[in-house]
């Protein structure tokens, strides 16, 4: 049987080979024509912006616009992003119409344009993004998601070993304060105040709706709602080093009502891990942008 070309973005096929995923890719195009018969919706035009997986716009057969998105295999992000979208049940994220956890793939709601698109100051960016990550928040008990406490031994080991093989591209110095802020986000887990949280907040994961905004690509986890701020800390890092860095904290916690502290100290830990990632993904320019500002942060004192 042949099967359509797919268009596949350059940042997935970087993911893809990272990954060592060559045989999911080399079978994607029947794995899109199965879900095409399965769930009954045309397949188009491939989005761009993704390195994670392979997203493309679909129609469903009552007409409803929508999107494919089939992950790169990952099992227990999987299962994540699709309980936290049910959880979420389009609050503040995108609608999930179906799922098949096996084989990764998701049928959500379609979106607008990318809050990274828009002409917008930074000041308003956040608005729209703390606002959307605040929708999510809600308690999730029983729902078998990853803890902010289990996250932040994931970060912690994440780091110090890849800062390891990739060469040491910062500082010691900036890698220890990192650890160190993760330790005492784990410390502080407290499972009664843990909430749902998106995890990957940023102007790329934030969309036009018909009643505002929504994001997509949770990552789920059951933390303290504070991880969502330091996302949005980690965010911008030029802008962050052009003023003073804890400012933007404190913002955030004065909308939220949260703490400024917590917020600073995820965003650090979040803020030395992106760096690492990028690097590793050979995005250079945002590897540096990353990793200077977490250098930087280590110059000032906590809010």
Known sequence: MTFRRLQIPEALHTHVRVAGAEAWLRDLPALVADFERAWSITVGRTLEGGHEAFVAEATMDDGTPAVLKI????????????????????????????AAEGAGAMLIERLGR????????????????????????????????????AKGRWLVDFIARTWEEAGRPCSEGAVAYAIGCAERRIAAHDDERAVLVHG????????????????????????EPEYD????????????????????????????????TAAWEWGAVERVSSGLVCHVMEMQLEARQFLEAAEYVTTVSAP
């Open 200 to 223: 990957d907040v940023h102007q790329w994961n934030t969309l036009e709706a018909s009643d505002g905004y929504k994001l997509i690509d949770p990552d789920g986890l059951l933390a």
């Open 114 to 149: 990318m809050l990274s698109e828009l002409d917008m100051a930074l000041e308003q960016r956040l608005v729209i993004m703390c606002d959307a990550a605040a929708r999510v928040w809600r308690p999730a008990p029983n729902s078998d998601l990853q803890t902010g406490a």
């Open 71 to 98: 992950l790169v295999p990952r099992a227990d992000e999987v299962r994540h992003e699709i309980t936290a979208l049910r959880l979420a049940d389009g609050e503040g994220c995108a609608q999930l119409y179906r």
């Open 229 to 260: 701020l330091g996302v949005l800390l980690r965010g911008d890092p030029v802008e962050l080093m052009q003023g003073d860095p804890t400012e933007r904290a404190r913002w955030l916690a004065g909308r939220t009502g949260l703490d400024a």
